[in-house]
């Protein structure tokens, strides 16, 4: 199993509050990702990374920010946190890129905003 | 409106009681179709990948298949421990979708 770890599992925060959310893989790979899960939406990608300092926006990226400054981390910052940013954020990563491989995930962390 | 929708979206079946999960998409240029499991309090697991319609892949009770509009995700006698959530994936384009999933519960 690819190592992938999240950190913290577990966050309960104030709105108006910067957050970040940290990820941690030991494969080596290229590609990572952050996602978050919603009931009735499904895996929506916020942002995704295709090497250091590399970097795109997904589908759900307003209000998020990331950056990778080594190969095996990927943070995602919330810059000012809403209650709509109250989800179960994943990361991800993969050997090449989205389009070919599959993503090894990590056990994902819930942040609640109050 | 490209789109990625499973049916159905929870299940209930038997221990044993054999049968099948389904992916529809409606996108342009498909380049792959993937499988994952999701467990309660977890992350995705990859199961399969599929990427021209006609292709098949086993892993014990599971069998994928595809077709140019769907695929199919057969469970054959499953037993309580295949309960979790059965997500599908499409890639096409530059874009990477996940339908909403499949809840599944087999019941002892």
């Known amino acids: 199993d690819a190592g992938i770890t999240q950190s913290p599992r577990h966050k309960v925060t104030e709105t108006g509050t910067p957050v970040t959310l940290r990820c941690h893989q030991t494969e080596n790979h290229r590609y990572m990702y952050w996602y978050r899960q919603d009931p009735g939406h499904g895996l929506r990608l916020i942002h995704y990374s295709y090497g250091v300092k590399d970097t795109d926006k997904g589908e759900v990226s307003d209000g998020y920010s990331v950056s990778r400054s080594k190969t095996e981390d990927f943070l995602l910052t919330l810059e000012s946190a809403t209650s709509s940013q109250t989800s179960v954020y994943f990361c991800?990563?993969?050997?090449?890129?989205?389009?070919?491989?599959?993503?090894?995930f990590g056990q994902g962390t819930r942040l609640t905003v109050v | 409106e490209d789109q990625v929708t499973q049916s159905p979206e929870a299940l209930r079946l038997q221990e044993g009681e054999s049968s099948s999960l389904n992916c529809s998409y409606t996108v342009s240029g498909l380049r792959g179709l993937f499988w994952y499991r999701q467990d309660p309090g977890k992350g995705p697991e990859f199961l399969f990948t599929l990427y021209s319609a006609g292709e098949e892949k086993e892993k014990e009770r599971l069998k994928a298949t595809l077709t140019k509009k769907e695929s199919f995700l057969h469970i054959t006698a499953p037993k309580p421990e295949d309960s979790a959530t059965y997500l599908c994936?499409?890639?096409?384009?530059?874009?990477?979708?996940f339908g909403p999933g499949t809840r599944l519960s087999v019941l002892p």
């Open positions: 991800a990563s993969s050997r090449s890129g989205p389009l070919n491989t599959e993503a090894f």
């Open positions: 994936a499409v890639t096409y384009g530059q874009n990477f979708v």
